[in-house]
């Protein structure tokens, strides 16, 4: 699968509908984390479709909170992205706001890493080092468990979506451990570029 959008082209417009820097830290984080996992998962010559899908997934989070996966298609639909790139869009809200099912590896692994991202930079800004680099999957796990910890992110879809790979739990954490180490200093190096780090 291949995206006629590039990554600048792609950044440009999550930027037009979104302004708060976790948002767009977010799309980062997750991007290249399906760099990762596309490379991961032998598909490597589709990391930047992967990476697109990852970049825009919460396109309308937003502006339309309400609207969530609902505005996106035509967001991207004017942008030019393929149905492919909005069906995987679409697809990382199923059950919660959308009724597209992920069927794809990468659609599968978009839902299911979109929320533990979430757990693991929470986690990781506890840290001494703020940093994923040191974090070892037992934290992340004791973290887990916790479910005051970073209460927003959902661990029945991060369950859900190791199910729906066939994997362990174990598995999708440490996977997406290593991922996010893989994308940390060039997500850090972008966010400083667009002058939007702390």
Request: net charge negative.
């Given at each position: 699968?291949?995206?006629?959008?590039?990554?600048?082209?792609?950044?440009?417009?999550?930027?037009?509908?979104?302004?708060?820097?976790?948002?767009?830290?977010?799309?980062?984080?997750?991007?290249?984390?399906?760099?990762?996992?596309?490379?991961?998962?032998?598909?490597?010559?589709?990391?930047?479709?992967?990476?697109?899908?990852?970049?825009?997934?919460?396109?309308?989070?937003?502006?339309?909170?309400?609207?969530?996966?609902?505005?996106?298609?035509?967001?991207?639909?004017?942008?030019?992205?393929?149905?492919?790139?909005?069906?995987?869009?679409?697809?990382?809200?199923?059950?919660?706001?959308?009724?597209?099912?992920?069927?794809?590896?990468?659609?599968?692994?978009?839902?299911?890493?979109?929320?533990?991202?979430?757990?693991?930079?929470?986690?990781?800004?506890?840290?001494?080092?703020?940093?994923v680099t040191d974090m070892e999957l037992k934290s992340l796990k004791?973290?887990?468990?916790?479910?005051?910890?970073?209460?927003?992110?959902?661990?029945?879809?991060?369950?859900?979506?190791?199910?729906?790979?066939?994997?362990?739990?174990?598995?999708?954490?440490?996977?997406?451990?290593?991922?996010?180490?893989?994308?940390?200093?060039?997500?850090?190096?972008e966010m400083d570029a667009l002058g939007l780090q702390d």
């Open positions: 699968m291949k995206t006629k959008l590039t990554h600048e082209a792609a950044l440009s417009l999550l930027r037009k509908y979104n302004q708060e820097p976790f948002h767009i830290l977010h799309g980062l984080t997750v991007e290249g984390c399906m760099r990762w996992f596309a490379e991961d998962q032998g598909f490597g010559e589709d990391a930047d479709f992967w990476g697109t899908a990852g970049l825009l997934h919460d396109i309308d989070f937003e502006q339309y909170p309400e609207e969530h996966c609902k505005r996106a298609p035509e967001l991207l639909k004017e942008a030019g992205a393929e149905p492919e790139l909005i069906h995987a869009v679409v697809s990382h809200g199923y059950g919660i706001c959308s009724d597209v099912e992920p069927e794809h590896q990468m659609e599968k692994i978009l839902f299911a890493v979109d929320e533990l991202t979430g757990l693991i930079g929470a986690a990781a800004r506890m840290r001494p080092s703020k940093s004791k973290k887990f468990k916790d479910k005051r910890f970073a209460a927003g992110c959902s661990r029945e879809i991060i369950s859900e979506g190791a199910e729906r790979l066939g994997w362990t739990l174990d598995e999708l954490m440490e996977k997406s451990i290593l991922a996010m180490r893989s994308c940390e200093d060039s997500v850090r190096a």
